[in-house]
C-alpha cells in the first residue's frame, strides 16, 4: 500500500504554523512572570469567594450580629459616661480643708453637696435638686455675720441670699460648724443628672462676711468662694 504524498506547500504551512507557535509561547522570563501573578490573583479572587460563600449570613443572623454590635456600643458609652461621673463627683466631693481669715470669721472646713427637694419650707416649690453647704469656723473667729449667695453655671444667682450670725466663733445653732440650704436649685432632674456628669459648667458659693447681718450689701466682703461638689446625698 503506497504512502500518500504530502503537497510541499502544505507541509511547508504547517511547519511554518508550529513554529509561529512555539514564538507566541516562548515570550521570555517576563510573560511567565505575568502568567503566575495572573494566576495567583485567580486562585486568591476564587479563595475570597469561596470562602465569602461560606461565611455568607442569613438576613436573621445579620440583625442579630447587628443587634449584639450595637449592644457593647452602648455599654462601651455608657461606661465611659460613668467613669467620667465618678471622677467629677470625686473631685468635688473632697473636704475643703483651709484657713480663709477675714476681719470676722475664720473658716477652717467646708464641703458641699445637693440634696433631693422634699417640699422644705422657704424652697422655691417645683425645685427637685438643691445645692447645700456645710461650714465649720476656727475658734479663734470672733463675732460677727456670714452671707451666701448661690450661682448657676452661668454665674447668675439662684434663690434668696442665707446671712447666718455667729458669736465668739459659734453659731446660733451653738455649734462651731452649720449646714447651709439653697432656697433653689435644678427643676429638671435630667438637667441635674448632666451637671453630675459635669456637662453642664459648676454651680459655685460665695461665702461674704461683715460687722452684723443686718449690715447693708456693701459692708460685706468675700470671705471665701467654691465651686459645688456634684455628689448628691
Known sequence: ???????????????????HKGAW???????????????????????????????SLSKPEKISLLSIALIFLSLGIWAGFWLKQKNHIASGNEVAKLSSKGAYATISHFSSYWQRHTNTPG???????IPTATITLRKDSSSGALRLYFFDSKK????DPVTISFQNGMFLNGSDTITITASDGFHN?????????????????????AKGEMEPRANFSLLFQSDISPSLR
Open 1 to 19: 500500500m503506497s504512502n500518500p504524498k504530502k503537497d510541499p506547500a502544505c507541509v511547508e504551512d504547517i511547519e511554518m504554523g508550529d513554529a
Open 156 to 159: 447668675k444667682s439662684v434663690g
Open 123 to 129: 424652697i422655691k416649690i417645683g425645685a427637685v435638686a
Open 25 to 55: 509561547l516562548d515570550l521570555g522570563p517576563r510573560h511567565s512572570h505575568n502568567a503566575t501573578r495572573r494566576h495567583g490573583f485567580t486562585a486568591l479572587s476564587q479563595l475570597f469567594t469561596a470562602t465569602q460563600s461560606k461565611l
Open 189 to 209: 432632674v435630667v438637667d441635674f443628672d448632666t451637671y453630675q456628669l459635669g456637662d453642664l459648667g459648676t454651680w459655685s458659693v460665695e461665702i461674704l462676711e
